[in-house]
DNA sequence: GCGACAG
DNA sequence: ATCTTGTCGC
């Protein structure tokens, strides 16, 4: 889980990537066992662009309890702007770096963002499963600029997350009366099974464990990195 | 051309 | 993402 030293540092170079990397996608494909003992990953990003700093979190979980059985952090430059759509190429240098830091290979890696509910169908979580090989889903908080019908109030009720016709993941209500999540898969993985881990990494708050984990520490780390003023 | 726009 | 106070509610 290394970042490639032919790295994109424009939008055309990224973009195209983007294409490169397209046919590698497989959303429909094998599905990692879901057991007591499964390793379920977390990344998150935080960053102090004034300082020109970023810093990463991975956090490994096991799936039966939701506790944190191992976790690291990397800190390094921005490696590229933020810009819709590319996002990937923001946040996944410092993501691999912190991945490589795990001492355990992760059964399913959740990132905060999108997968297949992109553009040009190869969102954040898209991009990281085709480099680590690994399972992979993307869990975001905003719905971007798909359009879905407002799922039902319950925790677990769900709608489709649409771009135009086609259906690109679901609208999730983790929990009752709350916003929803919006759900997309990444590699090696399909929306039915997506959205059981969804919920199973939301018993009591709207985003998943492994996000609400892995922000935090990024945060800490970021702080930690950055002298008070 | 002008907004909108994951984090 | 990040900048930011108090406030309502479980």
Redesign the pocket.
């Known amino acids: 889980m290394t970042v490639p030293a032919d790295w994109p540092t424009t939008a055309e170079a990224a973009r195209a990537e983007q294409e490169r990397l397209r046919p590698l996608v497989v959303p429909e494909g094998p599905e990692p066992p879901r057991r007591p003992g499964t390793l379920i990953a977390g990344v998150?990003?935080?960053?102090?662009?004034e300082r020109d700093v970023v810093?990463a979190a991975a956090v490994l979980l096991d799936y039966a309890t939701l506790d944190v059985v191992e976790q690291v952090t990397a800190v390094g430059r921005v490696a590229f702007?933020?810009?819709?759509?590319?996002?990937?190429f923001?946040?996944l240098p410092a993501v691999l770096d912190a991945l490589s830091r795990l001492t355990r290979t992760p059964d399913l890696i959740v990132?905060?963002?999108?997968?297949l509910?992109?553009?040009r169908r190869?969102?954040?979580?898209?991009?990281l499963g085709v480099h680590t090989g690994l399972p992979t889903l993307?869990?975001?908080?905003?719905?971007?600029?798909f359009t879905h019908e407002p799922p039902g109030d319950r925790r677990g009720d769900w709608s489709p997350l649409l771009d135009g016709p086609e259906t690109v993941g679901r609208a999730v209500r983790t929990r009752q009366g709350v916003k929803p999540v919006?759900l997309s898969v990444g590699h090696r993985i399909g929306l039915p099974e997506a959205t059981a881990v969804t919920l199973a990494l939301t018993p009591s708050y709207r985003l998943p464990e492994t996000t609400r984990r892995a922000?935090s520490l990024?945060?800490r780390a970021?702080a930690a990195t950055v002298p008070a003023p």
Do not use: N, Q, W
Not at 44 to 49: E, I, P, R
Not at 111 to 115: I, K, L, T
Not at 122 to 127: E, I, V
Not at 138 to 145: E, L, R, S, V
């Open positions: 998150d990003v935080a960053y102090d662009d810093a702007p933020y810009l819709p759509g590319l996002l990937a923001r946040e990132c905060d963002g999108y997968g509910a992109h553009p190869l969102g954040l979580a898209s991009h993307g869990i975001a908080k905003t719905p971007f600029t919006f922000d990024c945060r970021l």
